[in-house]
């Protein structure tokens, strides 16, 4: 069991997607930025989603990921306080249409 409260991966760029999934066990999560990170898909985003139930902050800034990924951040963080999208590529705004249904 993890206690880590507060993780920051900011620019990892050689991180793996395999590697950013183990971030679900860290059940007491409340803090992730993984802004700049190249790896970010919504396997990642599920994974991390379903084990940090607690997870209020999520900073995703600079990343390039799909419409995927915004569908499971609407589903499963319902959580989430603070969500930065700031300079994300690879979404369209029917993406962004997820978080208003």
């Given at each position: 069991?993890?206690?880590?409260?507060?993780?920051?991966?900011?620019?990892?760029?050689?991180?793996?997607?395999?590697s950013?999934?183990?971030?679900?066990?860290c059940?007491?999560l409340?803090?992730?930025s993984l802004?700049?990170?190249t790896?970010i898909?919504?396997?990642v985003?599920?994974?991390?989603?379903?084990g940090?139930k607690?997870?209020?902050?999520l900073?995703?800034a600079?990343?390039?990921?799909?419409?995927?990924?915004l569908?499971?951040l609407?589903?499963?963080?319902?959580?989430?306080q603070y969500?930065s999208?700031?300079?994300?590529?690879g979404f369209?705004?029917?993406g962004?249409y997820?978080f208003?249904?």
């Amino acid at each position: 069991r993890s206690f880590l409260c507060n993780l920051k991966l900011r620019d990892c760029v050689r991180v793996t997607p395999s590697s950013l999934r183990y971030i679900g066990e860290c059940r007491n999560l409340q803090e992730l930025s993984l802004s700049g990170t190249t790896q970010i898909n919504a396997d990642v985003v599920n994974d991390i989603g379903l084990g940090c139930k607690n997870l209020l902050y999520l900073n995703l800034a600079g990343c390039n990921f799909d419409d995927g990924v915004l569908r499971v951040l609407a589903r499963h963080y319902v959580n989430i306080q603070y969500l930065s999208l700031a300079g994300c590529t690879g979404f369209t705004t029917a993406g962004v249409y997820y978080f208003m249904v």
